[in-house]
């Protein structure tokens, strides 16, 4: 009887240690945007995002003068009876045109970085997935293309096309796609291999559903910082091109424009200029802050309980 009770207190010691060894060691999953809120830059980068992204939609709302009026009794200058910041060179309110110059440069770049991600998604994980000569073919045109530098190519896009919204956002979201095709492709390449994968096309599961099902969601990692680094360049070159005369035309209010039409008189009125400049140095700050908080989320994808 003493040998069973011994057995059997061995047994419960045992499986009492078994019990406790998982828990010391156990992890759990973390959703994505608790690991990157979780971060500092995290959440700096989004709350000087949502700030800015929450001025520049609903400015158009608050405007206190039409963005068209003009004084020209205060033209250039940088306090007026009108405005706290002044007026332009043409009199007009800048803080008017301020207020509704972020809306069109914020959807114009979320339009382009949505365009580029998926066209370089789909081309990225195609090249993955089917291999062979196709992949090589379309890697070597992605590396072609990524020779040309993109703001050049935009010029010369826009030159040939037009400054118009449609063109400015495609050439953009284009130019964007080969870099975000090469990021899909060596996610693709790390989860092609995987068994579910396998049995997806054991079954016979068509090829545009593996991608769609089996394959997308497991590359949202790398898919997602990829993103927000897209979005800071399209917001820089979509100022950038606005600032060359090549994005919206005079007289719509925009903050590149702004910065190209008030730059001549800086030293006199430095409002036209210091607010859009702020503002786009602002907004690429916390995209770039939380496409950083982004990649360390994807790096870590559980904590230890």
Not at 141 to 159: E, K, R
Not at 199 to 228: C, D, F, H, Q
Not at 235 to 264: H, T, V
């Amino acid at each position: 009887m003493s040998t069973d009770a011994n057995s059997l207190d061995d047994l419960k010691s045992a499986a009492t240690d078994a019990a406790e060894v998982p828990k010391e060691s156990q992890t759990t999953y973390v959703p994505f945007y608790k690991r990157v809120l979780a971060q500092k830059q995290g959440k700096i980068g989004l709350i000087i995002t949502v700030v800015v992204v929450a001025l520049a939609l609903c400015g158009p709302l608050l405007l206190p003068w039409a963005t068209g009026n003009t004084a020209t009794e205060f033209v250039t200058k940088p306090f007026s009876p009108y405005g706290l910041f002044g007026s332009d060179n043409l009199g007009r309110d800048v803080f008017s045109r301020f207020l509704a110059g972020g809306v069109t440069l914020i959807v114009y770049a979320v339009l382009a970085t949505a365009l580029g991600m998926v066209v370089g998604a789909i081309i990225g994980m195609l090249a993955a997935y089917v291999g062979g000569t196709f992949d090589a073919v379309i890697m070597r045109l992605n590396d072609v293309i990524l020779a040309i530098p993109q703001l050049v190519f935009a010029l010369l896009a826009i030159t040939v096309l037009g400054p118009q919204g449609w063109v400015l956002v495609t050439v953009i979201g284009l130019t964007h796609a080969p870099r975000i095709a090469r990021v899909a492709r060596s996610a693709t390449l790390g989860v092609i291999t995987e068994d579910y994968i396998k049995a997806a096309e054991m079954y016979a599961m068509p090829r545009w559903k593996v991608l769609i099902r089996e394959l997308l969601p497991n590359i949202t990692g790398p898919l997602s910082v990829e993103a927000g680094l897209r979005l800071t360049y399209s917001i820089g070159y979509i100022a950038s091109l606005s600032f060359l005369g090549l994005g919206l035309q005079p007289p719509a209010a925009d903050w590149g424009l702004m910065i190209n039409e008030n730059r001549i008189a800086l030293s006199i009125q430095p409002w036209g200029v210091l607010l859009p400049v702020i503002a786009i140095a602002l907004l690429t700050i916390g995209t770039n802050l939380l496409a950083d908080s982004f990649a360390r989320a994807t790096a870590s994808t559980s904590v230890e309980a």
